[in-house]
């Protein structure tokens, strides 16, 4: 065996920081730490300018808790009880104080990135905050960002980062318990390209995958997810997975209504950032409050079913809104509608069951509230991870946008007294020949036809409604579909993306339906058919899960309490605004 | 059939063919357009559509939707 990775790899580049991930998160992190005097290598497998899920668009930035940047403990543990109230908790609430404590400085680094933050009369335009009914305890920005990714790109771009489009990660490399880069392929000319790096970020979006898309697509079009199929592969998680980092609530996922007519309302709440919420009716015309998965079953038999959400109530000046909206975030849904002759005013869209979809917010990847990957609870040296697929912040773009510079800012002084890395040569064979295996296969199986297998298995035997014979044919079944891996073939290396992430949710689903089986307990939306109470010795816990020493560990563990200097700081924020309410 | 690109609109500006999140179309060296070569993994998110700067490509939702 050679010991000159050039001879093996197509290209070999040295740099301080890899970004593994170039939606709003990556590009972000990338100009901050470009600015701050860094080399750093981007890896994206579709392309920074349109890639991640706001590529199309996103209408608002949900990241601030008040209006007036103040971060009281109340509001981070009132996130944190409404959670509780649905069965999950976030495992570190740290990450979710700072994250939201710094939103005023991140409000002015994206503007510096030449992200529009304000409306169109020059100010914020502050979604209103609470809503009757609605239990937020927070607040956002409505904002015009259907072209928040090429302004990324194009800040990117001129911070002179070394950009490699269409080039997937394959593994992490590690030595002597550290992580030292990655290998990855190009998957449009196939070229297999090994990245040294002092630090290695992921920020490759969510997973959803495990599920068919919330829109369901009876044939053979399978991925009209809500979010960016390419960035909800999961990516991210298993990489840290396989290189023993924790993933943690791989039972928790989140769920919503399929929604049957796709002209995508965004789960209804497109008219929420602006205040007004629609209603929901049954086929008949009544109307009732969103029901839960049980209350939707009971419907079914009551005959009350299809189900719709309506925005026929509206008022003029909120219909221009909603089309405000859609051409902020789904602008494609004004030529569906027509094409349909749909209209909002006039029509209402229909919503299916509630199903299982992806796994974000609190689930995913293990992070402190530096944005370590942790194992245990020990941080992974050289590791990082923020936006969806950590678990603990908050989801969207503000998690993914504030984590990204947050953790820029701090690796100049990370990366101070790091050492060169090393790379173990045979982990760079071992994984050029498991991304390139598929090109050479023969009259195989389509990677697309596998995943279809593995979301099936999740569907069927997962679901919403668990129990524990369900959940052990899952896993067996899942168990020989990893035989078909290396019957995929990649006719070209496009298919080479398919075939990493069907390795990739292989991966993850055995690590659900694992979780699944050992949370015995039904509690919020978790449900399980043969353990119907709560288990009260699980208030309060969540399951990590990890390999060590080739060995799956499954761990049920308390959360990380605040820090007392954020118990601190918060009291004293508290103390200084009872402060203010009295003098006024 | 879906996603149809009017070859005599199409200026062959490769922004399509640089920018879909799920690399659904190919090159073709010859003619120096794009084409649709893996339809089946469109997640029908628009950005063709809204990017062809002339308005070259149409976007219909598949029947087994309708």
Redesign the interface.
Known sequence: MTDDLTEIADEVIETDVLMIGGGVGGCCAVAKAKENGLDVTLIEK??I????SA??GIDHYEGFFTRDGTTTIENVSNEDWRLGRYGVRYPNLNVKYRLYKCQFWVFEQLEKLGVPMRWDDGEPYWIPFPFVGWERRKTGLRVHW?NIKPILGRAVRRSGARIL??TMAIDLLTKDGKVVGATAVN??TGEFIVIKAKATLIATGKLMRLYNPE???????????HF????SAGDGYALVYRAGGDLVNMDINAWTFRIRD?LTCSYGSFSLNDGVPMKTYTWDGEEIINPNATRYKQLEDEGKTPIYFGFDHFSEDSHKRLEVAFADE???SF??AE??GFNPKTHRYELQDLSPTGFYRVSGIYIDENFRVLRGNKPIEGLYAFGDGSAGGTSGVAGAATGGLLLAEDLPEILQDMDEPEIDISQVEEQKQIALAPLAVEEGVEP?ELESAIRDICERYVGMFKSEGKLREGLRRLGSLKDWLGKLSAETP?HI??YLECRNLLDLAEVHIKACIERKETRGNYFRSDYPDIDPDMDGKFFSQRIENGKEIIELREPIPLKPEYLKDAEEEKAELQTADAAS | M?IKIDLATCDGCKICY??????VF?WNEETKKPKV???????????C???CPERGID????V???
């Open positions: 579709a392309h300018d349109r890639s991640g590529g199309q259907t489009n269409r998957i449009r829109t369901p697509m009876p044939w053979k079009y399978k991925f009209r997810y960016c199929p390419a960035s796709d789904r602008m494609l030529k569906v094409d349909r697309l496009h993306t398919g | 879906y640089n920018v879909c999140p799920q690399d190919t070569s893996y339809e089946e993994e469109c997640w029908f998110c628009g950005i559509w809204m990017d976007i219909t939702y598949p087994s939707i309708s």
